[in-house]
């Protein structure tokens, strides 16, 4: 263990990854007095972060050296696996971590990623932890995210205050793989039912109901959801919703389209009759590639307006 003064048994933290969610979330660590060795592959998100008053270094190893845990917050998890294994020459992160180093991985990956990453961690003589967030970035920086955490109990007991300083929601959801299970879960929920709220809302404007009106019932009613009540599609009912600023994201579609690809590959592999995950897949991937990507996911409500019949 590091000599370090940050709090609790995991006080010296490798934050690799300090990307939009990544940079915010080092620096909250920072401020509540853990010791953190930022790294990223892109310099300018390096210089950020060190703007922002994290500590950064020059290379992954000298992130490792002396860490409790290694925090990865990253794309994907093709990045974490190749990280965890290295390449190109450079030694793995497993490879120059200290033995019985906590590999805590933030990124939203495959279940079968996160398995596959928790497996090489144990393997190599480490403990592991995956955590996924929700919350998006106003969350990374105001500290609020939720994390779904797939880990042994034990694990999850220790790796839960350095959590609780970055979120403000932390849910053991069971053994390696369950927060990414979870996640995934969650926003095929997500996914289909702004679609199904969307359609809704546009087959309203073509009855000649008013957006207030519908909303009324629905919000009220076996209609009610997160995509009604919170992200409502249509400017007016929800005064914070991204429809008030022109789908300014909020959760942009690209993350969304994303997270129905990580849905559909677990649909696929565990053989669920599923049909609306795919179809949800589809329509964000569409949505997506058409100019939707940096725009938030309730924007789907202009495509399927625009491509009725008028
Ligand atoms: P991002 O692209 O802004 O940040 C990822 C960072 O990882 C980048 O700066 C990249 O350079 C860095 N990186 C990639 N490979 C690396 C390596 N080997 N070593 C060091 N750094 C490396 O992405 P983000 O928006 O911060 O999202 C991170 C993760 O969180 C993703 O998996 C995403 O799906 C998930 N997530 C994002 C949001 C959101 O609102 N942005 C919300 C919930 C979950």
Redesign the pocket.
Known sequence: MSETSGPGNLGHVAF???????GPMAVNLVKAGYTVAG????PA?LDAARDHGVPTVAT?AEAVNGADVVLT????GQ?VLS?YRGNGGQPGLLEVAAPDTMFLDC???NVDEAREASALAVAAGHRAVDA???G??VGAEAGTLTFMVGALPEDFDTVRPLLEVMGKRVVHCGDHGAGQAAKVCNNLILGVSMIAVSEAFVLGEKLGLTHQALFDVASAASGQCWALTTNCPVPGPVPTSPANRDYQPG?AGA?MA?DLKLALNALQGTGVAARMGPLASEIYDTFAAEGGAGRDFSAIITDIRDKSAH
């Open positions: 690799l990854g300090l990307g939009h969610m990544g790294f990223d592959v892109v998100a992954p917050m990253f794309p994907g990045h990280a990124s939203t990956i996924p967030v929700s998006g970035v959760f993350l994303k």
